[in-house]
């Protein structure tokens, strides 16, 4: 089991925060928007997370997707029974408890879920290619979760898009081959709630863990509980303010980058005595995308190359406590 350390409280917000408003609005100039890619580098080179201002993300989209979530976990359980998450459609209600940490030694993380995928309809021939993708399942309540959803993600992909670019350019790498790797992607997110836990409480919401996609983005969240860890073993409050977005690096980008964006565990304990919602975007490529480095490795990175389809399925399913990742490639170690 942890030791109390573990679940210490963490320190102070540390995280870098860069406004994004010249990337996203017309006129910046050239001097702007490279002093910009330089801020965005340096956190994802330094802490793997960054809080991004001046997203240009509408308010009142974020005020409906919360609206939206608040709702799917307002309504009456008994609603999910058929629409619960399966092994062969990583889509749909999960339970609460329902997932342990994947060394599955630890007691089920705490919280309840919605996950959805980029939606290909049950016609479309990517679906013989690969059994990842298909139509969604949404929750069969009077809300219109639906468009809620949809408006919001489209919002994502357009950050998604602008950061990565950013991230790129920053790296000296084709920046238009790179989104090209996000066509027909794998990319997901997925609706969250915690229950509420007590100020001593010593129980994950989430398992520390490290994100195993290109980039996560999370809209600010009015119930704090997210963490971050150091590069010193610390664990640091990861809030951030209403009109901000939390962005970090995952594993893919790390590998794709030579080990220049640094992938950072985190993990979530709610101890607010409050029910915590959130709903993290992540981006991941297409499934026939062989994930490796695009410049020279720096010294000590030594990751294997994956395929991101097959690795996205080693990973989703190792959420099963009777299942196992044995792909050397995928590193989810144990960041207790």
């Known amino acids: 089991m942890p030791t109390a350390a573990a679940f210490s409280h963490p320190m102070p917000l540390a995280l870098p925060k860069v406004d994004i408003s010249s990337l996203v609005t017309p006129g910046a100039s050239e001097t702007q928007t490279t002093a910009c890619h330089a801020a965005l580098f340096d956190a994802m080179a330094n802490t793997g997370f960054v809080i991004l201002q001046g997203t240009g993300v509408p308010a009142d989209t974020l005020g409906a997707m919360r609206a939206a979530v608040k709702a799917v976990f307002e309504a009456p359980r008994n609603h999910y029974r058929d629409f619960q998450v399966q092994k062969d459609n990583y889509r749909g209600y999960v339970p609460l408890g329902y997932f342990t940490p994947n060394d599955g030694t630890q007691r089920p993380d705490q919280y309840e879920a919605w996950k959805l995928h980029w939606n290909v309809s049950p016609e479309d021939p990517l679906r013989q290619r690969c059994a990842l993708y298909g139509p969604n399942r949404w929750p069969p309540i009077a809300h219109d979760v639906r468009s809620a959803v949809l408006a919001y993600w489209a919002a994502m992909d357009q950050l998604n898009a602008t950061v990565l670019r950013a991230l790129a350019q920053a790296l000296g790498m084709d920046a238009d081959a790179v989104l090209a790797l996000l066509d027909q992607p794998l990319t997901n997110m997925t609706l969250l709630n915690y229950p509420p836990g007590s100020p001593d409480s010593d129980h994950w919401g989430i398992h520390p863990h490290k994100d195993f996609n290109f980039l996560t983005f999370l809209a600010h969240d009015p119930v704090e509980g997210l963490e971050v860890r150091t590069k010193g073993g610390e664990w640091v409050d990861a809030g951030c303010e209403p009109d901000e977005y939390l962005v970090n690096i995952g594993d893919m980008l790390e590998l794709l980058s030579g080990g220049r964006l640094v992938s950072t565990p985190h993990r979530v304990i709610n101890r607010s005595g409050l029910q915590r919602q959130a709903f993290p975007y992540f981006s991941v490529p297409r499934f026939d995308v062989t994930v490796e480095p695009w410049l020279p490795p720096v010294a000590g990175f030594e990751r294997a190359?994956?395929?991101?389809?097959?690795?996205?399925?080693?990973?989703?399913?190792?959420?099963?406590?009777?299942?196992?990742?044995?792909?050397k490639a995928i590193d989810l170690g144990d960041y207790r």
Do not use: C, M
């Not at 190359?305 to 792909?327: F, R």
């Open 305 to 327: 190359a994956l395929q991101s389809g097959a690795a996205s399925h080693a990973i989703w399913y190792s959420n099963w406590p009777d299942e196992a990742v044995s792909d």
